[in-house]
């Protein structure tokens, strides 16, 4: 992305993204501490685990596609911005 964007600065700190990956982390072991103590049928827990699994993934798709519609954005208007520049 630097090379083709001379402002481009970087988005977060290594403090930040060491955050975001721990409260990731943490919120998952809760989650399947929680059903390892959860004194119900194993059918019960096993519900409640795909349920967070779908959970996880489908926040890191979600999270994904906006930051990549965002940068698509940002791309599109650099290049009209280039073109009547022109």
């Known amino acids: 992305m630097k090379e083709f964007n001379p402002s481009y600065r970087k988005r977060n700190t290594s403090a930040f993204t060491f955050l975001s990956w721990a409260g990731f982390v943490l919120a998952i072991l809760a989650e399947y501490i929680g059903l390892y ?47 009547a520049a022109v």
Request: proline share 2%.
């Open 37 to 83: 103590t959860l004194e119900e049928p194993f059918y019960v827990k096993g519900y409640y685990a795909i349920g967070g699994a779908f959970l996880i993934v489908a926040c890191l798709v979600l999270q994904k596609t906006i930051r990549d519609n965002e940068e698509d954005q940002l791309h599109l208007k650099e290049i009209a911005d280039e073109s």
